[in-house]
């Protein structure tokens, strides 16, 4: 059931030319069994590299993104550093393309976040034209992750499956959406009624009697960032114990290789994706919740290709019988993909596995300077034809770059006018509105002052806003009491945010110390905080404005979900279009805001 994909590949990888890389021999070879003589790569040979190439976290971005988004940092041989503009699925194609070039044994995995947060010529479409592009793109599997989830399972189901949409219907007259040629897999999301998968939990590639098992899992906090609307009736397990339980499930079937895609990650100590994880020990160099779950899942898992984090890595954390084993991330949107050689024994039919690293698995940049994939050319074509009355309208103008997902610093230019656009919205529904706060997660991108396409520099379009912000939320007022406005702003440092704070994009007017020398809540200097010039009185009742994501107490603010006497306006990207528009003009641009209002001491 779990190991076929929905129609017959189209891929024809027979047709792939030569023999597959040799790889580091002399390290191997100390760890074959005494005696053995490694064929690799030869035909019916005990030893087949099979070639694991792997992204993560795609998120729609079909066009290569704009700004800082769109960089990967790499290390130099002198000590400096090199930005490199990267991404788009032109580049992709053509990078994996040339990737399989001489390895008849190659598949193509992913581990999650491929749609959702997308923007507008995927997200406009409910990321319809991604899905087609990974067909084209012949990716094999992928395990969900949590954006997956963000318009409900039904959907997601969709996707899979095919289908015109249940509301906007089909988007061109005679042409059915056809859903993934690949499984997706989610084998820790059960329905709360029956307790089994909501969609396969593992899935096994074959080739010439090669095996390897793919099991996929998201993070189990996934409830926690994502709409109530969008996990209703779902369960998120732990990701060790469903990993676990399914590689014992693959070992009784006889699949002794086994790859675990797990939508969860971790931090390197650097940003470059070039750096070694691996100076000073073992995964030394690397952070973040994905290391426990390294540490802990079954040594019966040979290779964990992760995600969530956006940052890039391949490291080899060790299992739990001590023995080195990859755990590895390409960053997102496309802009890098781990190649891993994983060698194949076909008498025990698992995976020989060494400490030696490079060069059996490494991410490599997708540059633009390369040739585009001319399928993905027309496809991104075809969809633009049908996004451009929209996506080119002019909403606003800018005087320079607002960084957004790409600033340096936890308050943004871009997150600080959002949160202004929601309070003036909100104003206009009830002028009693004195605050918005605006989740850092939800702006998706950076505003760019160079344009985009032919619209001019400094406008900003409706296809720029809406890769800001894709998620549909709507604005939502609610009264909360100082005390809770107060435990909110701690919360953005404590509780389920300790380890990776979520700092809270504040309209003008709300000022506070933001001491990251402390730890926990105590970051958050209470008597620095600051209304309008006045310290918050806990007793006291304040209307407050936020998404509705917030609204729902996400990403673990469970104070603001506490709000009383909602009140909903409109969708927040128009609350952006409308402020932009309202308050700037080709002779008079809109600035930046300084991103002054959170002092932080470090």
């Avoid at 076909?346 to 399928?375: C, G, L, M």
């Amino acid at each position: 059931m779990y190991g076929q994909t929905k129609r017959p590949r189209r891929r024809l990888r027979a047709a792939l030319a030569g023999a597959a890389t040799l790889a580091v021999a002399g390290a191997l070879m100390a760890a074959l069994p005494a005696g053995a003589a490694p064929q690799k790569g030869a035909a019916g040979g005990r030893y087949q590299d099979v070639q694991l190439l792997s992204f993560n976290d795609f998120h729609g971005n079909l066009e290569p993104p704009a700004g800082s988004s769109g960089q990967v940092t790499e290390d130099q041989a002198d000590g400096t550093t090199k930005k490199i503009d990267a991404g788009g699925v032109e580049y992709l194609a053509s990078s994996l393309r040339k990737a399989r070039q001489g390895h008849p044994y190659s598949v193509t995995a992913a581990a999650g976040d491929l749609v959702g947060a997308s923007p507008l010529l995927s997200g406009l479409f409910h990321d319809e034209p991604t899905v087609e592009a990974m067909n084209k793109l012949d990716l094999d599997v992928t395990s969900v992750g949590n954006h997956e989830f963000d318009e409900g399972p039904a959907e997601l189901a969709r996707l899979r499956n095919g289908g015109c949409h249940p509301k906007d219907g089909c988007y061109e007259d005679g042409r059915t959406f056809e859903g993934a040629d690949y499984p997706y897999l989610a084998a820790n999301v059960t329905d709360e009624k029956t307790g089994k998968p909501v969609l396969a939990p593992y899935w096994v590639w074959k080739h010439k009697g090669v095996k390897v098992g793919f099991i996929g899992v998201t993070l189990e906090g996934t409830p926690d960032i994502v709409s109530a609307d969008g996990v209703k009736g779902l369960k998120f397990h732990d990701e060790i114990e469903t990993v676990d339980k399914y590689a014992k499930i693959l070992d009784k079937q006889g699949v002794k290789s086994i790859v675990a895609l797990v939508h969860e990650g971790g931090a390197p100590a650097s940003a470059s994706y070039n750096y070694d994880c691996d100076t000073g020990g073992a995964g030394s160099g690397v952070s973040g919740p994905i290391v426990d779950i390294a540490k802990g899942v079954t040594s019966k898992v040979d290779a964990l290709v992760t995600g969530h984090t956006h940052n890039a890595y391949a490291c080899t954390i060790p299992d739990p019988a001590g023995k080195p084993r990859m755990v590895t991330s390409a960053s997102s949107y496309g802009k890098l993909y781990t190649d891993t050689t994983l060698t194949y024994d076909r008498a025990t039919k698992d995976v020989v596995r060494t400490s030696v690293k490079s060069p059996s698995s490494a991410n490599h940049v997708v540059t633009r300077t390369q040739e585009k994939a001319a399928d993905m050319t027309a496809l991104i074509g075809q969809w633009n034809k049908l996004a451009a009355p929209i996506a080119s309208r002019p909403v606003g103008y800018i005087s320079a770059d607002l960084p957004g997902r790409g600033a340096a610093s936890p308050e943004s230019p871009l997150g600080d006018l959002i949160a202004d656009a929601q309070l003036a919205h909100a104003k206009s529904l009830d002028p009693k509105a004195v605050l918005a706060l605006m989740n850092p997660g939800g702006i998706r991108s950076d505003l760019v002052f160079k344009a985009s396409g032919g619209e001019g520099d400094g406008v900003v379009t409706y296809g720029e806003g809406f890769a800001v912000q894709p998620f549909s939320n709507t604005v939502n007022l609610v009264d909360l009491t100082g005390e809770q406005l107060v435990t909110a702003l701690k919360q953005q440092v404590s509780g389920a945010n300790t380890a990776s704070p979520k700092i809270l994009q504040p309209s003008a007017g709300l000022t506070y110390t933001l001491d990251m020398t402390k730890s926990g809540a105590d970051r958050v200097v209470a008597d620095s905080i600051r209304l309008n010039g006045a310290a918050v009185d806990p007793a006291a009742t304040y209307r407050v404005a936020m998404n509705s994501f917030l609204a729902g107490g996400g990403d673990g603010f469970a104070a603001l979900g506490a709000g009383k006497n909602p009140l909903v306006g409109s969708d927040d990207l128009k609350a952006l279009n409308d402020y932009l528009t309202a308050n700037s003009s080709a002779s008079d641009p809109i600035a930046p805001p300084k991103a002054d209002r959170i002092t932080i001491v470090k």
